[in-house]
């Protein structure tokens, strides 16, 4: 399962998502997700969906590689949904058993918070998946530059971001070795209640964490071999500069944004039926 985790990978491929301006994308993602839960029913969630569908042929990665990120959230999503669909108060009963009442309108909204949920991770996947951990970071930097008067330390934050989503693949592959040395001294994750599954993964646990301490010590003192300074004027080797794809990418991520809320404003006011709403 932890090899299914695409979140902080970059998928090397020639695309026009790929050559976009970091900050480009940056904006686009914070639209998808406004759009996102800006919208509700069938016919939005299918709006959305469609939306994703054309960066992913747009990203040139294939659908398998990301939607396969959904396998290691699997219990996560269950549990929302299943948490909405018990305490979600409703009219119409469906079931009621004891203290347990399922409604028909929890049912409804435990299945649109888990479509929105997964169109969420799908969606901003896109944004790790086509976007290097440096371009992301000097994307953050520059975007967010407005708060360095405030005394807002933007450059620290986005670096932090940088080395959390830069670490993700790399505890994984530290993980799995660990998981692969304790199976071959006769451990199994497999069976037994959830309670001795959880007792099983304490041996991956501790050195998993010995690992990540030892990294991070590690990556301090190349920090200070390097005389990284906090808040210091550094300059790039490859500095940020919008091209004429980069303005079309605004001008069709702002349309979009702005065609889904004026469906939304219409349907609303128009008092389309739940089901259809936009």
């Known amino acids: 399962m932890l090899r299914e985790i695409t979140l902080g990978q970059y998928y090397n491929a020639k695309s026009v998502i790929h050559d976009l301006d970091p900050r480009v994308k940056l904006l686009g993602t914070l639209l998808y997700i ?21 960066l992913v042929k747009l990203s040139n990665v294939p659908l398998k590689y990301i939607v ?6 699997v219990f996560i999503l269950i549990i929302t949904a299943v948490c909405n669909m018990f305490f979600f108060e409703g009219k119409n009963i469906i079931v009621k058993w ?17 479509i929105r949920l997964i ?3 799908l969606g901003t996947s896109i944004l790790t998946l086509t976007t290097t951990s440096t371009d992301l970071t000097d ?9 360095k008067k405030v005394k807002v330390p933007v450059s620290e934050i986005a670096l932090m971001m ?22 071959s001294r006769g451990a199994d994750f ?29 990556l301090s003192m190349a920090m200070e071999a390097r005389c990284y300074q906090p808040g210091a004027m550094r300059s790039k080797m490859y500095p940020l500069e919008y091209g004429d794809m980069d303005k079309v990418g605004y ?3 702002t349309s979009t944004f702005l065609v889904v809320v004026i469906l939304k404003v219409v349907c609303r006011v128009n008092g389309l039926n739940q089901f259809w709403i936009i």
Do not use: C, W
């Not at 004891?98 to 888990?114: C, D, N, Q, R, Y």
């Not at 959830?194 to 050195?207: A, C, S, T």
């Open 34 to 54: 406004a759009a996102l839960f800006v919208v509700n029913g069938l016919a939005g969630y299918a709006v959305i969906t469609i939306i994703f569908l054309s």
């Open 68 to 73: 396969r990120g959904i396998k290691a959230i």
């Open 98 to 114: 004891h203290f347990i009442t399922i409604t028909l309108e929890g049912v409804k909204h435990a299945v649109s918070m888990a």
């Open 251 to 253: 001008a069709v991520i």
């Open 190 to 218: 497999e069976k037994g209640n959830i309670f001795q599954r959880i007792k099983n993964y304490v041996p991956i646990i501790v050195p998993l964490f010995v690992s990540a301490f030892r990294r991070a010590d590690d």
């Open 139 to 147: 994307a953050l930097e520059k975007s967010l530059g407005f708060l």
């Open 162 to 183: 940088s080395i959390a989503l830069r670490f993700i693949p790399i505890l994984v592959e530290e993980t799995n070795k660990i998981m692969k040395a304790q199976i």
């Open 119 to 121: 169109l969420l991770i």
